[in-house]
């Protein structure tokens, strides 16, 4: 069993950056991959980044591919998500999830675990 919890997030202004982080429980985290989701209200899911477990590939979603970086700290059981130059349409809850894979992957039917969920709002 894996438990991720997430900290980070808040309300920034347009422009502004925040970082997202999610700490896991276990011994196996670097053999997950891990990824970020986010949920806008009235709004499905839909994938943001996800990263390998030896963190040598990434993948980003079109919308936020150059604002947003993706980065673990096998050490630290960690991985975070940095979101720089946040747009209004960025807000939404964020979540952090982990599959029991080698390779990142960007369905969210493919993950096994998933964090408690984060609110980010980004004002105009």
């Known amino acids: 069993q894996v438990q991720l919890v997430q900290s980070g997030g808040g309300l920034v202004q347009a422009g502004g950056s925040l970082r997202l982080s999610c700490a896991t429980s276990?011994?196996?985290?670097?053999?997950?991959?891990m990824g970020w989701f986010r949920q806008a209200p009235g709004k499905e899911r839909e994938f943001v980044a996800t990263?390998?477990?030896?963190?040598?590939?990434?993948y980003y979603a079109d919308s936020v591919k150059g604002r947003f970086t993706i980065s673990r700290d096998n050490a630290k059981n960690t991985v975070y998500l940095q979101m720089n130059s946040l747009k209004p349409e960025d807000t939404a809850v964020y979540y952090c999830?982990?599959?029991?894979?080698?390779?990142?992957?960007?369905?969210?039917?493919?993950?096994?675990?998933w964090g408690q969920g984060t609110q980010v709002t980004v004002s105009s």
């Open positions: 276990g011994r196996t985290f670097s053999s997950y991959a």
């Open positions: 999830a982990a599959a029991g894979k080698s390779y990142g992957v960007s369905r969210a039917q493919e993950y096994d675990y």
């Open positions: 990263i390998d477990w030896s963190s040598s590939s990434t």
